[in-house]
């Protein structure tokens, strides 16, 4: 393929969630990469010259569909340059992340299709300070540096996600997103709370969904294109059918749609054989329509839903199996039903003023129903349940001046809860109806935020970002059981906070190449309506009751970085130490409820973590190229009972990664990784009472080796192949409720059209 050098460069990348691989090009239309060919297209972002301004920000839109390259796409000279990924949203504005001052991981569904990953949560396995834990099979939690559950936040299209019933520990929210429904998945480690507020301590996790690419086709020309693929697992017997198609005319509108179809068998488990009660069903829808109403103005409209059905927590019933000790559960049964719906409208401007660049409005509402049926070991029975309807509202504004780029804007939620509970005698008869389900019954959560922050260059080689948030949070129960006296209480409660963050981004040698930087982020989380209400089981051995004595919690994290990108090699390195305030922990109440130690919340802790990242990639020619990370992870909380400082709990242990791609022509593309998860011995006082989910002593350390093929067959069809826990390994994530498979063969084959 000839290059023509005296054409602006247009940069599309892939970053693997153990890997970094990237190319640029010089010429329009075609790239190829892993047997696939993807078109780009790029959009500019105008900012006055002067000497010390920053570079224009190239960015990239990308549609992808897998085909059998021609000989002029597929020639591997064409790769020239390695150049860094570019993070899309996470960070309110498009920007390379080697010119980010934070650590960011990118993947996109194309190599999530490579290596046959089951689901969302699963996606974030290896990424350096992630550790997915799962309390069931089809439940699942990233802690992203030492935090989960409502101290990380998960973004969709900009929207919020979390929603007032998070929880502080793991929860299996994060598992009700469609991963296919997904176009890129973007990890901003560390805290963001200026940008998005609540909960943005651990991480953000950005998510994109799929769109038709409408902007991609020629212009004024009828298109339509779809996607078929079928996914099958031995390790769990499971099923996954996804069909997906797009509609529309070049540059002035286009429809995606897509449904989704998955069956998941029983686990698999090395030494353990088949786990009951964990396959479960699940169903899921995806649509959006993108509309170019102007030149200037762009419109979207988007669905997703997802229905899951029958999910057991199958470590409190006695269908678990024993692994390294840990204790087995007693109910007779204990499973949810999910249901989850968001429909969005957006409106999007561009060079609207000189002073205003671009405005996003965001309108959104997203449905929660969660219903859950539990039978306790003498045959008595718990149907519990919650409805959560969250609107909301965002407002952006982005500017660029001779002297900074500004982000700016407004965002509000309002969460409404109405929840249920119904308890039954073992001869099925009513016992009586609760005052409140897992939740406060009919109550309002409402999260107002004011933000802004400037990105300002102070030479050619300096980068300063500064910005601050404005938060007002506020929480009304009409009805939840008073834990002394067991009569139905109201609350009513609100809380403001201002939280600032400032980073520096320095270029070493003034070639792009070598960057260091550093960062003193404020974060903060409110209590929400499941610190302030919840009632009912939570840990293997407690219950947890009301607690309306809350204040926010607080953070403070200090993070310094350094990036290295060459056409050898890439390498980034981070070290990051957070201070904590007033940490909300589940506290022992002194007394003791149907056998189980009641606790409730409390602001009773102060503690720390500080952790290591460490990704590299090294290239050895044009076919063969090594990865690898590691993590290494340090925290302490002050027990609030004896005032001693534990580890927090759930900590991840140290975990590394290291792997090979081989690409030896534009037909196939293989990939052999280990990971090595040494023994999760640092454990609270929470963790060593959680027999079920825990082993005594801790979770036993483990190393799993993974393989991975892709073949072109023709244009329209692609084979996938992965060989999982080749070595056999008997062996769960930290804190999980059931053992992950064995080994298993997993096979996924695509037709395009």
């Known amino acids: 393929m000839a290059v023509n050098t005296a054409s602006h460069s247009h940069v599309i990348f892939f970053i693997d969630n153990d890997s970094h691989v990237q190319y640029q090009y010089s010429d329009l239309g075609h790239a190829y990469f892993l047997g696939c060919v993807v078109k780009y297209v790029t959009i500019g972002c105008n900012h006055s010259t002067s000497s010390y301004l920053t570079k224009i920000l190239v960015v990239l839109a990308a549609s992808i569909s897998p085909a059998f390259a021609t000989d002029e796409a597929a020639d591997p000279s064409a790769a020239v340059t390695r150049l860094a990924p570019i993070t899309v949203s996470a960070m309110r504005k498009d920007v390379h992340t080697k010119d980010a001052p934070h650590s960011v991981y990118v993947q996109e569904a194309e190599q999530l299709s490579h290596k046959q990953v089951r689901n969302l949560p699963e996606a974030l396995a290896q990424t350096p300070g992630v550790m997915v834990q799962k309390t069931a099979n089809g439940h699942g939690s990233p802690f992203i540096r030492g935090f989960t559950g409502y101290r990380t936040l998960t973004l969709l299209d900009g929207i919020r996600y979390n929603n007032s019933v998070y929880r502080d520990g793991p929860n299996e929210y994060f598992s009700l997103i469609d991963l296919n429904s997904i176009e890129s998945l973007t990890l901003l480690s560390g805290p963001s709370s200026v940008l998005y507020g609540s909960d943005s301590i651990g991480g953000t996790v950005y998510l994109t969904s799929k769109q038709s690419g409408y902007q991609d086709e020629v212009a004024d020309t009828f298109f339509t294109h779809g996607r078929a693929a079928y996914r099958y697992s031995s390790g769990e017997e499971s099923h996954i059918v996804r069909t997906e198609g797009n509609v529309g005319v070049g540059d002035a509108w286009g429809l995606h749609v897509g449904y989704s179809r998955k069956a998941f068998g029983n686990v698999q488990a090395a030494e353990l054989g088949e786990l009951p009660h964990t396959g479960y069903d699940e169903e899921n829808i995806d649509a959006r329509v993108d509309v170019a109403l ?198 009513e409660n609100n809380w403001r906070n201002f939280s600032s963050s400032l980073r520096v981004l320095y270029d070493l040698t003034g070639e792009d190449t070598d960057k260091v930087w550093a960062g003193v982020s404020q974060s903060f989380r409110a209590p929400n309506i499941a610190d302030l209400s919840r009632y009912g089981k939570s840990r293997s051995s407690e219950t947890e009751v009301a607690a309306t004595t809350l204040d926010p919690e607080t953070f403070l994290t200090y993070e310094a970085g350094y990036k290295k990108f060459s056409s050898q090699y890439d390498l980034a390195a981070t070290y990051y130490y957070t201070e904590i305030t007033d940490h909300i922990t589940s ?167």
């Open 294 to 491: 102007s030149s200037q103005w762009t419109f979207t409209a988007a669905h997703q839903s997802t229905d899951q059905d029958d999910v057991w927590r199958t470590h409190s019933t006695l269908y678990s199996k024993s692994f390294a000790g840990t204790d087995v559960g007693s109910d007779l049964k204990r499973l949810k039903d999910q249901k989850r719906h968001l429909n969005y409208v957006s409106f999007t401007g561009v060079k609207l003023h000189p002073a205003l660049d671009e405005l996003t409005l965001t309108l959104s509402q997203q449905m929660w129903e969660e219903d859950g049926d539990r039978i306790k070991s003498d045959g008595s029975r718990i149907i519990q349940g919650f409805r959560s309807t969250m609107s909301g509202l965002d407002l952006q504004l982005t500017s660029y001046t001779p002297f900074a780029d500004f982000v700016y804007g407004i965002d509000y939620y309002r969460d409404d809860l109405d929840s249920c509970r119904t308890d039954y005698n073992p001869d099925g008869s009513l016992d009586r109806v609760r005052i409140q389900g897992p939740v406060g019954d009919d109550a309002t959560y409402e999260q107002l935020g004011l933000f802004a922050q400037a990105s300002v260059p102070l030479s050619d080689r300096i980068v300063l970002d500064i910005g601050g948030r404005y938060s007002y949070v506020a929480a009304d129960i009409d009805a939840y059981e008073d834990p002394i006296s067991g009569t139905a209480a109201s609350y």
């Open 587 to 753: 506290t022992p109440t002194g007394r003791i409820v149907g056998g189980l130690t009641e606790v409730s919340k409390q602001n009773s802790s102060e503690g720390y973590v500080q952790g290591v990242e460490v990704s590299g990639h090294y290239y050895l020619n044009d076919t063969l190229d090594l990865f690898g990370n590691f993590t290494w992870l340090e925290t302490s909380l002050q027990n609030p009972i004896s005032g001693i400082f534990e580890p927090i709990s759930r900590t991840m242990p140290f975990t590394t990664t290291v792997g090979v791609n081989w690409q030896p022509n534009d037909q196939y593309w293989f990939s052999a990784s280990a990971t090595y998860v040494a023994e999760a011995d640092q454990l609270s006082e929470g963790d060593m009472s959680d027999g079920e989910r825990i082993p005594p002593g801790g979770t036993p350390g483990y190393m799993l080796l993974n393989l991975y093929g892709t073949q072109q067959v023709t244009d329209a069809v692609q084979l996938n192949l992965a060989l999982n826990n080749i070595l056999d390994e008997a062996y769960r994530t930290h804190g999980s409720g059931s053992n992950e498979p064995g080994f298993g063969v997993t096979v996924g084959l695509e037709f395009t059209f």
